[in-house]
């Protein structure tokens, strides 16, 4: 009888659903602390299934890392895909950033920041998320559906704000965790670039 499933499939979703688990276990409580023969244990798993995923706790912790931005990127992506207009995209995109980044506890951005790796994959993200903001202003001023603003400099805050965000700068100045500033920063933007009030 042929398998109705080829066996590389079953485990490529093994793998996946492998990632996921440890991106939950990472985000509710960090990953400084833990063992490879801990992660093994939480995940109920071998530690050379662990192995399987990486070479070494700090190789696993990259790839986490990268999973679960690649993951939110994805996430974020098909908010902007249903949302309609440039204040809208942009509100899409910043609020989906936060609500990626909500279930990341204090701990694990703390780690983050802490491990060069993972930082550099969430330096990478936050570089790539400016971009894409300051393409989406740009795109909305030359067509004319926000306000005539000088969109490169609107990005370019927008840019510095997303990177002091990242590095926990917002944090320590104000008290805004990650997810909460993003929220921030898009009603700051959209606000700013909508049409002015009417003048009686």
């Given at each position: 009888?042929?398998?109705?499933?080829?066996?590389?499939?079953?485990?490529?979703?093994?793998?996946?659903?492998?990632?996921?688990?440890?991106?939950?276990?990472?985000?509710?409580?960090?990953?400084?602390?833990?063992?490879?023969?801990?992660?093994?244990?939480?995940?109920?798993?071998?530690?050379?299934?662990?192995?399987?995923?990486?070479?070494?706790?700090?190789?696993?912790?990259?790839?986490?890392?990268?999973?679960?931005?690649?993951?939110?990127?994805?996430?974020?992506?098909?908010?902007?895909?249903?949302?309609?207009?440039?204040?809208?995209?942009?509100?899409?995109?910043?609020?989906?950033?936060?609500?990626?980044?909500?279930?990341?506890?204090?701990?694990?951005?703390?780690?983050?920041?802490?491990?060069?790796?993972?930082?550099?994959?969430?330096?990478?993200?936050?570089?790539?998320?400016?971009?894409?903001?300051?393409?989406?202003?740009?795109?909305?001023?030359?067509?004319?559906?926000?306000?005539?603003?000088?969109?490169?400099?609107?990005?370019?805050?927008?840019?510095?704000?997303?990177?002091?965000?990242?590095?926990?700068?917002?944090?320590?100045?104000?008290?805004?965790?990650?997810?909460?500033?993003?929220?921030?920063?898009?009603?700051?933007?959209?606000?700013?670039?909508?049409p002015l009030p009417a003048t009686s």
């Amino acid at each position: 009888m042929v398998p109705t499933t080829a066996p590389g499939v079953h485990a490529t979703a093994r793998r996946a659903e492998l990632f996921d688990s440890l991106v939950r276990l990472f985000l509710s409580e960090g990953f400084a602390h833990l063992t490879l023969d801990e992660i093994a244990a939480r995940l109920r798993c071998s530690k050379s299934t662990l192995y399987t995923l990486a070479g070494s706790k700090g190789d696993l912790v990259q790839a986490v890392t990268v999973h679960f931005f690649r993951a939110a990127t994805a996430e974020v992506e098909g908010a902007v895909a249903t949302a309609d207009g440039t204040r809208a995209r942009l509100t899409a995109y910043l609020t989906a950033v936060g609500a990626a980044l909500a279930p990341a506890s204090e701990q694990f951005m703390d780690d983050l920041a802490g491990y060069p790796p993972a930082r550099d994959v969430y330096e990478h993200n936050t570089r790539a998320a400016a971009d894409r903001v300051r393409d989406l202003i740009i795109e909305g001023a030359a067509a004319g559906d926000v306000r005539d603003v000088h969109a490169a400099f609107v990005a370019d805050v927008a840019t510095s704000v997303m990177v002091r965000i990242q590095q926990r700068s917002i944090k320590n100045a104000v008290g805004l965790d990650d997810s909460s500033a993003y929220l921030e920063l898009a009603e700051l933007l959209t606000t700013g670039i909508g049409p002015l009030p009417a003048t009686s």
